[in-house]
């Protein structure tokens, strides 16, 4: 059972959201699968997220990436900005800042040796500062023919969550079918002997932040518009479940091991998580407690299968 579980992270998660699917059923008195698409597009910004924690975390040596919440939000400023230009200029401006982002990141944690978790907490808050001078400058509102184009459905899925499935899919291919993907992996089991191993450790780390910065322009890019428009704490509400669906969705804590199927099932589960805490009728604060405390009992499984493995 252990052998299979190992393999197959994501059944965990894909039961969790059963599970949810089910109590939500039951507090709300109806079954729809409307419930289902309505939680898949409302995670798609959180899983974005998640994909790119995942990738960086994958990285080893206790890796992990505090600023995407202000990454999500510069880029969600700036894709509003640049998009009343030009669409597809606004959505690339905002996926390279977020990888420029992601860059400055990768070198100051391996050039500087930085641990990855004061890097990112530090660059964080320049980030928000630079949000914050910027903002009063820049558009916040997106424009209407992307925000058209966003909330589209095809056969009942939200496009959101088709562009996801998309990510999600290239993500996949890059990380299990790729020599990058397999250097990813084996860096984040052992860097020293990834390095005599003859893999460019340095090269695989700071892409794995650049991808990271990456998916967080991309998800900043899609808030804005699926929020009406940039503001300068909208990351918050995603940054919690995404970390959560990144580590119970099978990425190792110590790096190494990910599953990009888990951390979708992973990002849905939280989603669900949240609808029946609202359909519970449940304060914010408790249901904020309630998802810090599963979050905590996920990275505790986690570093805990790690060492037993180690």
């Known amino acids: 059972m252990k052998k299979i579980s190992d393999k197959y992270a994501f059944i965990w998660p894909l039961a969790g959201c059963l599970v949810l699917w089910i109590a939500?059923?039951?507090?709300?008195?109806?079954?729809?699968?409307?419930?289902?698409?309505?939680?898949?597009?409302?995670c798609s910004f959180a899983l974005l997220?998640?994909?790119?924690?995942?990738?960086?975390?994958?990285?080893?040596?206790?890796?992990i990436d505090l600023s995407q919440v202000y990454i999500l939000t510069l880029?969600?400023?700036?894709?509003?900005?640049?998009?009343?230009?030009?669409?597809?200029?606004?959505?690339?401006?905002?996926?390279?800042?977020?990888?420029?982002?992601?860059?400055?990141?990768g070198l100051i944690n391996i050039y500087?040796?930085?641990?990855?978790?004061?890097?990112?907490?530090?660059?964080?808050?320049?980030?928000?500062?630079?949000?914050?001078v910027a903002a009063p400058s820049m558009k916040a509102l997106p424009a209407a023919s992307?925000?058209?184009?966003?909330n589209l459905r095809i056969g009942g899925l939200s496009m959101l969550?088709?562009?996801?499935?998309?990510?999600?899919?290239?993500?996949?291919?890059?990380?299990?079918?790729?020599?990058?993907?397999?250097?990813?992996?084996?860096?984040?089991?052992k860097r020293l002997a990834a390095h005599y191993a003859g893999i460019s450790v340095n090269r695989v780390v700071i892409t794995?932040?650049?991808?990271?910065?990456?998916?967080?322009?991309?998800?900043?890019?899609?808030?804005?518009?699926?929020?009406?428009?940039?503001?300068?704490?909208?990351?918050?509400?995603?940054?919690?479940?995404?970390?959560a669906a990144a580590f119970v969705g099978g990425t190792a804590a110590g790096g190494g091991k990910s599953n990009v199927a888990g951390v979708c099932f992973g990002a849905l589960m939280m989603s669900f998580l949240s609808t029946f805490l609202n359909a519970a009728n449940l304060s914010p604060g408790?249901?904020?407690?309630?998802?810090?405390?599963?979050?905590?009992?996920?990275?505790?499984?986690?570093?805990?299968?790690?060492?037993?493995?180690?």
Not at 25 to 42: E, H, I, N, P, Y
Not at 117 to 123: D, G, R, V
């Open 286 to 310: 408790t249901q904020k407690l309630i998802q810090g405390a599963i979050l905590v009992l996920i990275l505790v499984a986690s570093v805990k299968n790690d060492s037993v493995k180690k």
């Open 75 to 105: 880029t969600a400023y700036v894709s509003c900005t640049v998009m009343n230009v030009n669409i597809l200029l606004g959505l690339t401006v905002a996926i390279l800042v977020g990888a420029l982002c992601g860059f400055v990141n």
């Open 161 to 189: 969550t088709v562009l996801c499935i998309l990510v999600a899919v290239l993500l996949g291919i890059l990380m299990y079918m790729t020599p990058y993907g397999k250097q990813l992996h084996g860096v984040g089991q």
């Open 146 to 150: 992307f925000v058209k184009f966003i």
């Open 24 to 42: 939500i059923t039951m507090v709300s008195g109806k079954f729809s699968m409307d419930m289902l698409f309505s939680a898949a597009k409302l």
């Open 208 to 243: 794995a932040f650049i991808l990271g910065g990456a998916l967080c322009g991309l998800s900043g890019a899609l808030c804005g518009a699926f929020n009406g428009g940039a503001f300068q704490d909208m990351g918050s509400t995603y940054f919690l479940p995404s970390v």
């Open 112 to 132: 500087l040796k930085v641990p990855a978790m004061i890097t990112t907490l530090a660059t964080g808050y320049i980030i928000f500062t630079i949000v914050l």
């Open 49 to 63: 997220l998640a994909l790119g924690q995942m990738v960086v975390v994958t990285s080893g040596d206790g890796a």
